[in-house]
């Protein structure tokens, strides 16, 4: 292994020992200095022959400050090990490194901390060598520690004496510094050494004698021939000191308390800048800094794994998917001390060689990420479109094609087989074990304990045999905060609550709903139950209307929607299904019912439909079940079925009581079923490593930004406000998955709009489209056109990338959606895709507009030329009537409202007035 690394071995036991000078991780920060501070006391201690200790006295105590777990011990013991090194051997020939001291082995009978740094001397092993190869010193030795000895015991008993042996006692407490200076002198002097360097461990760690403890350091181990290095958590220290300063000045009078704590604390300030100076004080690092620096690597029986930057880069983007931190997004890795980053090491041993070689090897931790989420793509592609993307963005030049050129030429050539490996033999579910067995035993652990609960239940959900399923993929507490009281999550930090709830929900709801929130506290934060936004009574008849089972019944009140879906009884169906998904129907008891609007099903069908391959099943309990995350889902105490309805009295209708008759809406989950099998199987869905807290992080900005608890009295009243709502769901949620997504993993800035989102109409032009989605999906031409190619850099690119935002832009839910709000709404909506358009797409589209990209190819004009009622007239100068008559048939099935067919029908009127 290398001399200027650093390395953790992850197959060792746990042991502060580590005879490997290349194991020894704070050197810059902690060994190096302290190997200074040790010259220096040298040539004090060279300085200080022949000198009484009152010409020598000074506090020079080393202070290496640590919280639990930063590895202080393992400096202590492998001291030596670091000054054994060629530049520091000629320090090591003249001092003698004592085993570290341990305060804690005080018994209750005793009192001074000296009895054990004398007994540690005394027990050395060089020490005891020493004696016995000369006994002349030997002897001296004994005499000197007989005077310390003596002196100790009239400290220890002058209590107890008066008169004149308590003036002795007195003498003979004034002579121990001394008596302890010669003991240390004489020590030396048998080992034939200049300094005796003793490590006190843990000195605020037996916490009733830690200011005795340090008051030992202050009065008798200010002697040259000593240098102690005490190590402790100084924030520790202060509390001890003041308080026993504190303690001191209150014991006869409790006068001005407030005082007397400011007193306090200044005085244990000027206390331990005495006993600790300032300028030998020195400070472990926080084990974030060696997750950062690429010199620490990975070893396992003497072979170097990885770095440590790639291992924690991987570690995030496993747990947390490709987020970019913003809005909170950031998964802070449980990972508090170096003991615990250690032990972590430790338990995934066995799995870390197996990690594939673009993990282990990249340059970079970005790198690391970026292999992981795409690893069929050469980093040279990313850093060309970085590159080119920032160009132009500086260059405030909004037209970034040439960057998805440039990644589109860099990703045709191949990864290279010595680093493209086969991604999915890494045995994720053997991560999840391992890792999940490490952080459910860390107090800080609960989020990514959270985390890969979820993943469990996702793999027993996705894995589960058809027809077998039972429950959501949201059924895992991850989403369901009121779990979080449950013994085995009481381990865990807890910061939030949700007392807002009953607050803010308490005029809506019946009280009792959410009874027990009182001090319920939560691992992570969590939006607003939603009760959902109240309707008037005819939006209520409609919503009932498109659940009966009579398609004619359907169609006649959808009818009051748009003709153009009324007529068309597939149209109906979608319409009827995304209506339904919205719709939720209360009962508080039998005198109020009311029907509102949730978003959660919706929400959950994409939810569902990313995470694996759904069933019909799946779509019918999600239609019927109390949508996710409703103030009727989290309140286990009501349950109201299809058939309460009826027992509280509304009639049931004769058509839903036919046998014969098939449900519409069973007939449009059949379609949405086929179309989300489609979009799977056409995206690779089930390739894609779907990480929970990245829709954890989506589910909390969706239902905080469009998640609806305020009554609408007046405004709720049409099937397009309700729609609305339905487009609403999908384009709030594919917007929060940008949000989060894009950013430098992906070649991308940083830069996305949080501005609310309350419309569905003119979405493309939207900031939520402009600025989160769009730099990852293509736009609505470019998918009825994916030949085109513009369109195919970028699917190319957002193929590659594997971004959930890019799978988003080709839904059904989003075609669905579109479909219908075009038909009821007009041109605020891009025409829905179908096989024509598609089969007359024409390479030079570029950016115009379907519609116009459409009749161009039919008519074979230039599409970047401006399309006019002249240049139509020419096209067609030698058409028939009936060419003439199917072409403006043709346009009105596909694009009835846009703007260029009324340039067509101009035409046509000018060459055939007679019919048109």
């Known amino acids: ?95 003698h490194i004592l085993d570290p001291v341990d305060p804690t082995l005080l018994e209750n009978g005793e009192s001074l ?7 540690a001397v005394l027990h050395d092993n060089e020490v005891k060598e020493a004696q016995r190869k000369d006994p002349n010193k030997a002897r001296h030795l004994n005499q000197t520690l007989e005077k310390l000895a003596h002196s100790l015991e009239s400290v220890e008993t002058q209590q107890e004496r008066h008169g004149m042996d308590k003036v002795r006692a007195m003498y003979s407490n004034k002579q121990l510094a001394d008596c302890v200076q010669d003991f240390f002198r004489e020590v030396l002097g048998l080992l034939g050494k200049q300094l005796l360097i003793l490590p006190i461990d843990d000195v605020d760690t037996s916490l009733n004698r830690a200011f005795e403890n340090l008051e030992i350091v202050r009065r008798y181990l200010a002697t040259p021939y000593v240098l102690p290095i005490i190590c402790g958590d100084r924030s520790l220290y202060d509390e001890i000191t003041w308080r026993d300063f504190h303690g001191r000045l209150t014991k006869d009078s409790k006068h001005l308390s407030e005082d007397a704590y400011e007193r306090a604390v200044e005085l244990a300030v000027e206390y331990q800048r005495k006993i600790l100076p300032f300028p030998r004080r020195l400070t472990m690092p926080d084990v974030s800094k060696y997750c950062e620096n690429s010199e620490i690597r990975l070893s396992r029986e003497g072979n170097e794994a990885m770095p440590l930057p790639n291992f924690i880069a991987w570690l995030e983007i496993f747990l947390a998917g490709p987020v970019n931190g913003l809005g909170d997004s950031h998964l802070s890795l449980p990972i508090p001390s170096m003991r615990a980053l250690t032990q972590l090491l430790n338990q995934c041993r066995q799995l870390i060689p197996a990690l594939p070689k673009g993990i282990r090897e990249a340059d970079t931790p970005l790198q690391v990420k970026r292999a992981w989420q795409m690893p069929d793509v050469p980093e040279k592609a990313i850093e060309e479109f970085e590159r080119e993307y920032q160009k132009r963005h500086v260059d405030e030049k909004r037209a970034y094609g040439p960057a998805y050129v440039k990644f589109y030429d860099f990703a045709k050539q191949s990864v290279s087989a010595d680093v493209k490996e086969n991604w999915s033999s890494v045995d994720r579910q053997a991560w999840i074990f391992n890792l999940d067995k490490h952080f459910s035993s860390e107090p800080t652990g609960g989020p990514a304990h959270l985390v890969l609960q979820a993943r469990l239940h996702w793999h027993r959900w996705s894995d589960t045999l058809s027809g077998q399923r039972n429950g959501s993929v949201f059924d895992t507490p991850l989403f369901q905060p009121r779990l979080h009281d449950q013994a085995n999550y009481q381990l865990f930090d807890k910061r939030y609550d949700l007392s807002d709830w009953g607050d803010a929900l308490r005029n809506r709801l019946p009280k009792v709903w959410f009874r027990g929130l009182e001090g319920l506290k939560t691992i992570l934060p969590y939006p607003l139950v939603e009760v959902g936004c109240n309707i008037d009574k005819n939006l209520q008849k409609q919503l009932s209307a498109s659940r009966k089972t009579n398609p004619q019944t359907w169609m006649s009140e959808l009818g009051k929607l748009s003709p153009d879906v009324a007529n068309d009884e597939q149209r109906c169906r979608k319409a009827g299904l995304l209506l339904n998904l919205l719709a939720e129907h209360y009962f508080y008891k039998p005198a109020q019912r009311t029907v509102v ?11 569902a439909s990313l995470l694996g391959d759904v069933e019909l099943s799946d779509l019918q309990r999600i239609l019927h ?48 079923l086929k179309g989300i099998a ?135 839910l989003r075609y669905w959606i579109e479909e219908i709000s075009y038909y009821v709404c007009g041109d605020a909506f891009a025409p829905p895709p179908s ?10 589209v570029g950016q115009a507009s379907v519609a116009k990209a459409w009749l161009c190819g039919k008519l074979q004009l230039d599409t970047q030329k401006r399309l006019t009622e002249a240049s139509i007239r020419m096209a067609i100068l030698n058409w028939t009537v009936d060419e003439c008559r199917a072409l403006n048939s043709e346009m009105e099935q596909i694009y009835p409202k846009a703007t260029e067919r009324t340039v067509l029908l101009k035409a046509l009127n000018t060459k055939l007035p007679e019919h048109f």
């Open 678 to 812: 489609d979009w799977r199987k056409e995206h690779a869905i089930a390739q894609l490593d779907i990480s929970p807290w990245l829709i954890y992080k989506v589910f909390e900005k969706v239902y905080s930004a469009i998640s609806d608890n305020k009554e609408y009295r007046n405004g709720l009243s049409n099937l397009d406000v309700a729609l609305n709502k339905a487009g609403l769901v999908f384009y709030a949620t594919w917007s929060a998955f940008g949000h989060f997504e894009k950013g430098r993993l992906f070649g991308l800035p940083e830069l996305v709009t949080g501005v609310s989102l309350r419309k569905i109409q003119n979405f493309e032009n939207n900031d939520h489209f402009r600025m989160n989605v769009g730099h990852l999906a293509p736009r609505s031409h470019q998918l009825v056109f994916p030949d085109v190619v513009t369109a195919q850099h970028r699917k190319q690119y957002g193929a590659a990338t594997r971004s959930l935002t890019y799978v988003l832009a080709y839904h059904p």
């Open 113 to 119: 901390f000296l009895h054990i740094i004398v007994a």
């Open 835 to 844: 096989p024509q358009t598609q089969e007359t797409a024409d390479a030079t």
């Open 597 to 607: 609007l949730n978003i959660g099903r919706i929400f959950e069908l994409i939810i």
């Open 1 to 95: 292994m290398t001399q200027n690394k650093r390395y953790i071995p992850i197959d060792a036991v746990e042991s502060a020992v580590l005879p490997d000078a290349n194991t020894l991780l704070p050197r810059d920060e902690v060994y190096e200095p302290l190997a200074q501070m040790i010259k220096e006391a040298l040539e004090k201690a060279e300085a200080a022959k022949g000198k009484s200790l009152n010409q020598l006295r000074e506090h020079n105590a080393i202070s290496i400050d640590g919280a639990r777990g930063t590895g202080k011990t393992a400096v202590l013991v492998n001291l030596k090990s670091y000054l054994n090194q060629d530049k520091h051997k000629d320090i090591l020939n003249k001092v």
């Open 625 to 672: 079940s109390a949508p996710f995350f409703s103030a009727k889902s989290q309140v286990q105490e009501i349950a109201v079925s299809e058939q309460q309805e009826n027992d509280d009295g509304e009639e049931s209708t004769d058509d839903s009581n036919n046998e014969n008759t098939v449900d519409p809406l069973d007939l449009a989950l059949v379609d949405l």
